[in-house]
């Protein structure tokens, strides 16, 4: 059996498909970002920009195929020999690089990244989100809050 065709024997109930997940920023753009982009990182997100799928084949190079939303990706990944799981393009106006263990930095300028799309389960970055994050007053769980995993 090949090592992808387990994908196909999954049912659909083990994608995260009773989630929402956010809308492309503007659906006109979606295919005309570049390629190679940053992966991770920042830990906070403004947009998502379009989902993509990576394929890997033994005979040719891989490829990315970008999708209007998070359903459409799901579909075609699921069905798709050699796919990967979707990722997310974001777009971070603003992020927090952690330039040291525990060290954080607000960085002002705009990137993308690719991220797996569980973590747009965080709340999209506010005005306050990073300020409060960098506050000495900050709590000690601040990741834990950030990343959604306190009620």
């Known amino acids: ?67 209007r939303c998070y359903r459409d990706a799901r579909a075609f990944s699921e069905a798709t020999l050699g796919a990967e799981s979707p990722v997310a393009l974001i777009l971070q106006r603003q992020y927090i690089d952690e330039v040291e263990e525990g060290q954080y ?4 300028e705009s990137r993308m990244t690719e991220w797996p799309v569980e973590f747009l389960a965080r709340p999209a970055r506010t005005e306050q989100t990073i300020p409060e994050f960098l506050s000495p007053d900050a709590p000690e769980n601040r990741l834990d809050i950030l990343r959604g995993n306190v009620d």
């Not at 994608?15 to 753009?29: G, K, T």
């Not at 930095?105 to 002002?108: G, L």
Request: aromatic share 14%.
């Open 1 to 67: 059996m090949h090592p992808w065709s387990m994908k196909e024997l999954m049912p659909s109930s083990f994608a995260m498909n009773d989630r929402e997940y956010p809308p492309v920023l503007d659906e006109d753009l979606v295919g005309f970002f570049e390629t190679e982009t940053f992966a991770g990182g920042g830990l906070v997100w403004d947009a998502v920009l379009e989902y993509r799928v990576w394929v890997h084949s033994d005979d040719a190079d891989d490829c990315v195929n970008v999708f």
């Open 105 to 108: 930095v607000h960085v002002q």
